[in-house]
């Protein structure tokens, strides 16, 4: 089945193929197909990971590689749950659509929809699941550029303005107008870069509290085309139609909005938020 990775990668890629044989202290010998690849070894040593870049570097944009993944045996790893997320350490957020990873046999994965949303330092933070067996390896791109000629094929990024009369109200009817919502936060001023909870009210339109609901949450900045740095969820407060959303937090000031999805019995509804943050 390597054969049948070289064959393929030599009909993609402009790289010269060659196999050579790596090594660290204490483990065995880890195989490098491509010279021009990105090679390391995950944070446990349990696996291998081969980066090859289709265009030869990432850019802001759509972007697209490949990733040749070894067990710590050097052996093909096949039906494994991998998934790539990039990631912006010095603007502490990620991005809105998450990568496609495709198994193509023998070890190989193609990982398309790799969308940077701004030059800068960017990492891409993958991780590997075989079987009870898990991992994880960064890779560090320190300098991704803005691509000064995209291609027609180039994901159209688009951002928006705030509006001239933003409603910043703590307090909003749902687009159905079937729940009434409100919220509190632990902290005022609403922190950047700290991590903050909300508690919140939710009432049906006519003023009744809402005892059972499943609230998801996402945020986002419009004007820059990212989310949220964490992964905030809602769990349920002492009183009736009381909540709690836990794990907020706002990386940067500026216009924030966030949308709270809500389930309750046969009820389905979305909400906002919008916060102009200092």
Do not use: C
């Amino acid at each position: 089945m390597r054969a049948a990775i070289f064959v393929i990668f030599t009909l993609l890629f402009p790289f010269t193929a060659f196999t050579a044989e790596t090594t660290q202290p204490g483990t065995t010998h880890h195989t490098k197909h491509y010279e021009q690849s990105l090679f390391k070894i995950t944070e446990k040593g349990l696996f291998s990971v081969e980066m090859v870049i289709k265009e030869n570097e990432l850019k802001a944009g759509v972007n697209s590689l490949d990733i040749i993944v070894h067990d710590k045996n050097d052996k093909d790893v096949v039906g494994a749950k991998i998934t790539v997320a990039p990631w912006m350490p010095e603007m502490g957020h990620g991005v809105f659509e998450k990568p496609v990873v495709r198994e193509r046999g023998g070890g190989l994965y193609s990982v398309d929809n790799i969308i940077l949303i701004m030059g800068g330092r960017w990492e891409l933070r993958i991780k590997i699941k075989k079987g009870a067996v898990e991992d994880s390896v960064s890779f560090d791109f320190p300098d991704v550029k803005t691509s000064e000629t995209p291609s027609q094929n180039e994901h159209k990024m688009t951002y928006s303005s705030a509006p001239d009369n933003i409603d910043t109200s703590a307090v909003q009817t749902s687009a159905k107008k079937l729940f009434k919502v409100s919220y509190v936060s632990k902290d005022l001023p609403i922190p950047i870069g700290k991590i903050t909870s909300w508690k919140l009210r939710l009432e049906t339109a006519d003023g009744r509290p809402v005892k059972i609901a499943n609230i998801s949450i996402e945020g986002s900045m419009p004007e820059h085309g990212h989310g949220l740095p964490t992964q905030p969820e809602v769990v349920k407060g002492m009183e009736d139609g009381d909540y709690v959303l836990q794990g907020l937090k706002f990386s940067m000031p500026g216009w924030w909005v966030i949308t709270l999805r809500i389930k309750a019995q046969d009820m389905d509804d979305t909400v906002t938020f919008n916060l102009l943050l200092q």
